[in-house]
């Protein structure tokens, strides 16, 4: 099974930049879609940003877009998330997770069945 392992995050103020990486234990196939997810104190993981597999297209939440870009590598083994003009409500918890969703299902949680370990972003002067 693939394992999932995150690193970057950290503290950064308000329009900072930061970068979150996701290696995985193994090439991710065409059949895999690689996603990022969040979740703040008291709330639902919400979906930020996918590579869907099949066409690998990308994909991004409303609140990101323009923001955020997700990328992954030649080698299909990691996945980024380049995160610019950060702001204080994108403070979460940061989660790369990888599965096989249909493209409608895509943006919930539940359609996932890897997870990585998870990293602290917080956004704050």
């Known amino acids: 099974q693939i394992q999932l392992v995150q690193s970057g995050g950290g503290l950064v103020q308000p329009v900072g930049s930061l970068r979150l990486s996701c290696v995985a234990s193994e090439r991710l196939s065409n059949s895999h879609t690689i996603s990022w997810f969040r979740q703040a104190p008291g709330k639902e993981r919400e979906f930020v940003a996918a590579i869907f597999r099949s066409d690998w297209n990308t994909y991004y939440a409303t609140s990101v877009k323009g923001r955020f870009t997700i990328s992954r590598d030649s080698a299909r083994t990691t996945v980024a998330l380049q995160m610019n003009n950060l702001a204080p409500e994108d403070t979460a918890v940061y989660y790369c997770?990888?599965?096989?969703?249909?493209?409608?299902?895509?943006?919930?949680?539940?359609?996932?069945?890897?997870w990585g370990q998870g990293t602290q972003v917080t956004v704050s002067s």
């Open positions: 997770g990888t599965g096989r969703p249909i493209l409608s299902s895509m943006r919930r949680p539940d359609a996932y069945g890897t």
